[in-house]
T-cell receptor, first 113, second 112 residues
């Protein structure tokens, strides 16, 4: 069956530009997570949704980062006024129940020049 | 919050040997411990997981052990093969289920 789908696969942005990253979770998965993975490091938690409710956004590094999941399915991570330190792979993951195993997408590799 | 430490950061073994990766966690409320394998440029893939109500779980050449008292868990891969070469991440999830905290990763290299 279809897994977690993320788009775009690669994104190059000039410093100061806004970007929007999309995540299509596995159908029926209640929980959705966004992670940031810098080169050579483990994924770092950004935010968590249960259906359309954003229950935890403690990992968002600044107020330039915003995530939404308005209908409890597709989610968008928006980064405003991108900075070079935002360059990373942004991973989306979903799970059927909130304590279940996470299924990751292939990620969006963001490069800010 | 939860803190997960993983060792070693790199591990090189000969094909056919065993590999062991160890992790410690700080939050005693954590009760779910998955392991992910990530090949270069690809998504992390769940390979095995364990919950806090069991001490060991095995799936073919892969096993995971959990010591709740000491707050550490380990991944064991037996009869390693070149295709096992990848970065492996351990993780811990709290009872609230709202955050999976990852270790820093172990780069495993299996030499043919």
């Amino acid at each position: 069956g279809a897994g977690v789908s993320q788009s775009p696969r690669y994104k190059v942005a000039k410093r100061g530009q806004d970007v929007a990253l999309r995540c299509d979770p596995i159908s029926g998965h209640v929980s959705l997570f966004w992670y940031q993975q810098a080169l050579g490091q483990g994924p770092e938690f950004l935010t968590y949704f249960q259906n359309e409710a954003q229950l935890d956004k403690s990992g968002l590094p600044s107020d330039r980062f915003f995530a939404e999941r308005p209908e409890g399915s597709v989610s968008t991570l928006k980064i405003q006024r991108t900075q070079q330190e935002d360059s990373a792979v942004y991973l989306c993951a979903s799970s059927l129940v909130h304590t279940g195993g996470l299924h990751f997408g292939n990620g969006t590799r963001l490069t800010v020049t | 919050g939860e803190n997960v430490e993983q060792h070693p950061s790199t591990l090189s073994v000969q094909e056919g040997d065993s590999a062991v990766i160890k992790c410690t966690y700080s939050d005693s409320a954590s009760n779910y411990f998955p392991w992910y394998k990530q090949e270069l440029g690809k998504r992390p893939q769940l390979i095995i997981d364990i919950r806090s109500n069991v001490g060991e779980k095995k799936d073919q050449r892969i096993a995971v052990t959990l010591n709740k008292t000491a707050k550490h868990f380990s991944l064991h891969i037996t009869e390693t093969q070149p295709e096992d070469s990848a970065v492996y991440f351990c993780a811990a999830m709290s009872n609230a289920g709202n955050m999976l905290t990852f270790g820093g990763g172990t780069r495993l290299m299996v030499k043919p």
